[in-house]
């Protein structure tokens, strides 16, 4: 049986750009949560990893959310939720399994302190 050219369509892959994205450094306030990235129109954002430094002489705790555009923080969307962290020490956080992605206009990562001025988060991830 012969196959004729006139009815193969060759077809690859799309390849999708992924450009590495730092967010932070950015200190977290007890007033609030704090706004650390917000997805653009028409963009993608895969969180890999994060660190928390606490710079103070007591121990802080932290907590970071992935919001949905025009929700807000809640113990429904917390990736991590009061965590300790010690004096002058830091967390560090990576998505070892998967990643955490934001899809949709507006998605935002955000961050709270237990006390002002004593938590520094730097992040990163890949934009597409």
Do not use: H
Request: charged share 10%.
């Amino acid at each position: 049986m012969d196959i004729l050219a006139s009815n193969v369509t060759a077809t690859s892959p799309a390849i999708v750009e992924q450009t590495p994205k730092r967010i932070g450094p950015t200190q977290l306030t007890n007033s609030g949560t704090t706004t650390l990235y917000t997805l653009a129109a028409k963009k993608t954002f895969r969180l890999t990893n994060f660190t928390i430094c606490n710079t103070a002489v007591a121990a802080v705790a932290a907590s970071v959310w992935i919001v949905a555009t025009g929700g807000s923080a809640a113990n429904t969307n917390a990736l991590i939720k009061s965590i300790s962290i010690p004096a002058n020490g830091v967390l560090t956080w990576s998505a070892d399994i998967g990643d955490i992605p934001l899809t949709a206009s507006g998605d935002t990562i955000q961050g709270q302190a237990s006390a002002a001025t004593s938590l520094v988060f730097t992040g990163g991830g890949y934009e597409t």
